[in-house]
């Protein structure tokens, strides 16, 4: 359990840095909300510690998501500044806004290609490196490198497109 807890640590870590200064959620927060929700998880086949980690990361990238609509922010930025993807990984004041509009992108990704949409959320939202990622998703890390590639332009795009 402790070593889980440390991974789960170091993950809610990689997540609340993006976020912006004076963020009211605590990385421990963060922590304790993605294990309640894995634990309520009862349909779940666990495989192996990697779709453990990959199940939690998209668990925290909800709880943030959740979080940053509750707090009121508009929807696609209200009157955020426009930003690529590379840029949303940058701690700023429209972070939370931004983390919705990437998300509402991401959703939307979903529909077309799952996989691409897997990657964005293992690399971006929980820092696994690409073969960490190949390893969740059991494909090739050439494949989660091509894809990560195409994912990020197709985000950036839609994200360009829904703020004009």
């Given at each position: 359990?402790?070593l889980v807890?440390?991974?789960?640590r170091?993950?809610?870590?990689?997540?609340?840095?993006?976020?912006r200064?004076?963020?009211?959620?605590?990385?421990?927060?963060?922590?304790h909300e993605?294990?309640?929700?894995?634990v309520d998880?009862?349909?779940?086949?666990?495989?192996n510690r990697?779709?453990?980690?990959?199940?939690?990361?998209?668990?925290m990238?909800?709880?943030?998501?959740d979080?940053a609509?509750?707090?009121?922010?508009?929807?696609?930025?209200?009157?955020a500044?426009?930003?690529?993807?590379d840029?949303?990984?940058?701690?700023s004041?429209?972070?939370?806004?931004?983390?919705?509009?990437?998300?509402d992108?991401?959703?939307s990704?979903?529909?077309?290609d799952?996989?691409k949409s897997?990657?964005?959320e293992?690399r971006?939202?929980?820092?696994?490196s690409?073969?960490?990622?190949?390893e969740?998703?059991?494909?090739s890390?050439?494949t989660?490198?091509?894809?990560?590639?195409?994912?990020?332009a197709?985000l950036?795009?839609?994200?360009?497109?829904?703020s004009?």
């Amino acid at each position: 359990m402790p070593l889980v807890y440390d991974e789960l640590r170091r993950m809610a870590h990689q997540h609340m840095r993006k976020e912006r200064p004076g963020h009211t959620l605590q990385t421990s927060a963060l922590v304790h909300e993605a294990f309640v929700r894995l634990v309520d998880q009862s349909e779940v086949q666990w495989q192996n510690r990697a779709h453990f980690f990959g199940i939690a990361a998209q668990m925290m990238r909800r709880i943030l998501v959740d979080y940053a609509r509750s707090r009121g922010y508009a929807k696609r930025g209200g009157d955020a500044r426009q930003v690529s993807l590379d840029e949303v990984a940058i701690v700023s004041e429209e972070r939370a806004a931004d983390v919705v509009a990437l998300d509402d992108a991401l959703t939307s990704l979903a529909t077309i290609d799952s996989r691409k949409s897997q990657i964005v959320e293992l690399r971006f939202f929980s820092g696994l490196s690409i073969e960490e990622t190949a390893e969740v998703l059991a494909v090739s890390p050439g494949t989660v490198m091509r894809d990560w590639a195409l994912a990020k332009a197709w985000l950036r795009r839609e994200m360009t497109a829904d703020s004009n």
